[in-house]
């Protein structure tokens, strides 16, 4: 079945530092992958994404690409500040499955130190 | 606005015993969710619902069941509860982007 496979599973940076982590997805047919951060006890929250008809989008300080052809995404975090600390999940549309739904990575523990 | 809210938000149960979970939105999303999220695994699909009435099975439906009687709400229970299913639950809703709940934490002991 279609899974996403996330990298590294935590992150350690130094404030200031630029942070990326990696997802490879299985479905070719996947049109939509989403970023969500979640802070310590609470919920999930979008914080980017991007469709299969752009190569890359930019949110201020958050950037995420996308390589169709080898069928990764990325996300980049520049300029890293201690309230960036959180665990990152990347997503798929379960395109091949039921459209909406959403296949999750494992996540990334991020900490930046200050 | 509320957007997506959980009851209750914390539970011990002993082995065996039942309850149910209950999901509200005020967004009119016809799509609601509900995850399990347990350390090192992410966020796994247990039901969903693409419209008031409907039920689909996710990736670990089993001990769990859903109803959709209301558009606005998603219920999830468990019938007999099992140590393994102690986690964090979350409900969602939406189509792509989805907005989450606060969880429910659940001990079963």
């Known amino acids: 079945g279609e899974n996403v496979e996330q990298h590294p599973s935590t992150l350690s940076v130094q404030e200031g530092d630029s942070a990326v982590i990696k997802c490879t997805y299985s479905d070719s047919a996947s049109n939509y992958f989403p970023w969500y951060k979640q802070e310590l006890g609470k919920r999930p929250q979008l914080i980017i994404d991007?469709?299969?008809?752009?190569g890359e989008k930019k949110d201020q300080r958050i950037a995420v690409t996308l390589n169709k052809t080898a069928k990764h995404f990325s996300l980049h975090i520049t300029e890293t500040q201690p309230e960036d600390s959180a665990v990152y999940f990347c997503?798929?549309?379960?395109?091949?499955?039921?459209?909406?739904?959403?296949?999750f990575g494992k996540g990334t523990k991020l900490s930046v130190k200050p | 606005n509320a957007g997506v809210t959980q009851t209750p938000k914390f539970r011990v149960l002993k082995t065996g015993q039942s309850m149910t979970l209950l999901c509200a939105q005020d967004?009119?999303?016809?799509?609601m969710y509900w995850y399990r999220q347990d350390p090192g695994m992410g966020l796994r699909l247990i039901h969903y619902?693409?419209?008031?009435?409907?039920?689909a099975k996710g990736e670990v439906p089993d001990g769990y069941n859903v109803s959709r009687l209301k558009k606005q709400n998603f219920l999830l229970g468990l019938e007999s509860a099992a140590p393994s299913q102690t986690s964090v639950y979350f409900c969602?809703?939406?189509?792509?982007?989805?907005?989450f709940g606060p969880g429910t934490r659940l001990t079963v002991l």
């Open positions: 969602a809703s939406g189509y792509n982007e989805q907005f």
């Open positions: 619902s693409v419209g008031e009435g409907t039920t």
């Open positions: 967004m009119n999303h016809e799509y």
């Open positions: 997503a798929e549309e379960n395109y091949g499955g039921s459209q909406g739904n959403l296949i």
């Open positions: 991007i469709r299969s008809n752009v």
